[in-house]
């Protein structure tokens, strides 16, 4: 079915061999009462669990610790599903059966072809109990041999030795491009599917002799590719004209992690609620979240208070904004890890996670790879009243206006600089807890508009209320003069 593209995939890699035989497979096939899709049988014949490409946002479950996994779907039906892909507590599989409560009546459901779903395989909410869909790594509304050979290219992509990547939204002529280096795909479309067909991934490679991959999750506006050698990406990326980052090299090139080269020093905390108050009254909003009880109750919980900010940031912001770009974790999911972080926040395309401690004024930061380690990324109250800006901003419904100034420069902000004279800080604290964070915010023509420095991208975004004020805005700073 995809076994010649399962050992073409292979080939990127390692040539370590699977050990697992037929008998295996008819052994799980009789424990489980049902037989294999033959795309995963094939997975299980060609790639080892401890092959290298299974490092990043998923392992390939052993053979010997499949089991299946019941999850209510809607109201009425009972969808049973086995994983066989695992990243953190996280899980990908097909569906197997459904149990249809009304009617009493089970449906078998492994076909060929079967669909898949991604659910939490180690729940901690309710809320996650329920949980049935694609999350980080997609899978909704795909069939099990196309999902297998998407995420195993992007997979591979990233096991590369050397991989740098690129902002797609950012590259000129990205897709047009794509066409001419990396001409060629792993899965193949029908031309009378092209249509109706949805991928998850999107995964182009190059065959001999730079043989590089190029892998992407389709919502993300990142791409990876990786090769064999630095010089090998240096020298495509140079004729493409793509600006990159780093993520592996074998050189010595400086690699994009989530560490800041220069860690902040420890100071106390300041109340963010003035700030916040000033960011709801601009954007409209009421600003009610979370009730008192409801932190009260989740310092209980965690057997200590909230730091005073990140209490603030869940009173101010409503639920409904909690997924408008970066994913803020709700209370009531909140826990103290063994490290005694406590991951509040993840990055909106998962590369990244934000954590806490209940006793410090630090932000931490995590790359989401499997192996990463918590950095000291900033103080809490100046990271959580730019990212409070930032996921009002980006919220479709409140229509606010978010617009990158071209051609900044960071001396721009500089006593004689160019924005200088018509920046002010907010309520008189966000210069202060600037300190120690790579974002500060600022506020322009009396408040009509806010903005906002990313001294780590070097940028300079400001936020206004309608397009008017937008207008008038870059008139007064002659923003294209």
Request: glycine share 8%; charged share 25%; with cysteine.
């Amino acid at each position: 079915m995809i076994s010649e593209e399962l050992k073409k995939i292979k080939s990127f890699g390692s040539s370590m061999e699977s050990s697992v035989t037929p008998e295996d497979i008819a052994s799980k096939e009789k424990e489980l009462g049902f037989m294999l899709p033959q795309a995963l049988q094939e997975l299980y014949l060609t790639f080892h669990p401890d092959d290298p490409a299974f490092t990043d946002k998923g392992n390939l479950i052993p053979l010997e610790e499949l089991k299946i996994y019941k999850r209510v779907y809607w109201t009425d039906t009972i969808i049973t599903i086995l994983p066989f892909c695992r990243h953190e507590r996280y899980g990908y599989g097909f569906e197997v059966s459904r149990y249809r409560k009304s009617k009493d009546t089970m449906s078998s459901n492994v076909p060929e072809d079967p669909q898949m779903w991604g659910l939490y395989v180690l729940p901690e909410t309710r809320r996650e109990e329920k949980h049935l869909e694609g999350r980080e790594v997609p899978c909704n509304q795909s069939k099990l041999s196309q999902w297998i050979m998407e995420w195993l290219g992007y997979q591979q992509t990233l096991a590369q030795p050397s991989v740098a990547a690129i902002n797609k939204d950012k590259a000129e002529s990205y897709w047009k491009k794509m066409r001419e280096h990396l001409p060629d795909t792993f899965y193949h479309v029908p031309p009378e599917q092209l249509s109706s067909h949805r991928t998850n991934f999107s995964v182009n490679f190059a065959k001999e002799p730079s043989r590089i991959l190029c892998g992407s999750v389709l919502y993300s506006e990142m791409a990876y590719f990786g090769g064999r050698t630095d010089e090998e990406l240096e020298q495509l990326m140079k004729q493409m004209g793509f600006k990159y980052v780093w993520m592996k090299s074998q050189d010595g090139h400086p690699v994009f992690n989530s560490a800041l080269p220069q860690p902040p020093q420890e100071r106390e905390l300041k109340s963010i609620a003035p700030v916040l108050q000033f960011l709801c009254k601009f954007a409209g909003i009421e600003g009610k979240g979370a009730k008192e009880e409801s932190i009260e109750r989740a310092g209980a919980r965690l057997g200590a208070s909230l730091p005073l900010p990140l209490e603030e940031f869940y009173h101010y912001l409503p639920g409904k904004f909690y997924c408008s770009y970066n994913v803020v974790r709700p209370l009531s999911g909140l826990k103290q890890a063994k490290d005694g972080k406590m991951n509040f926040l993840t990055e909106n395309q998962a590369m990244y996670h934000w954590a806490a401690g209940l006793n410090s004024p630090f932000l931490y930061r995590r790359a989401n790879d499997g192996v990463g380690e918590w950095n000291v990324y900033g103080i809490l109250d100046g990271f959580l009243a730019a990212e409070f800006l930032w996921a009002l901003a980006c919220d479709e419904k409140l229509n606010l206006i978010l617009w990158e100034l071209p051609d900044f420069e960071p001396s721009m902000l500089s006593e004689g600089g160019k924005l200088s004279p018509y920046l002010s800080s907010i309520a008189g604290i966000t210069d202060q807890i600037a300190t120690g964070n790579t974002r500060r915010l600022y506020q322009a023509m009396d408040g009509q508009a806010v903005g906002l420095y990313d001294s780590e991208e070097g940028t300079f975004w400001f936020v206004t209320k309608d397009e008017a004020t937008q207008e008038r805005l870059e008139a007064l700073v002659n923003i294209f003069g």
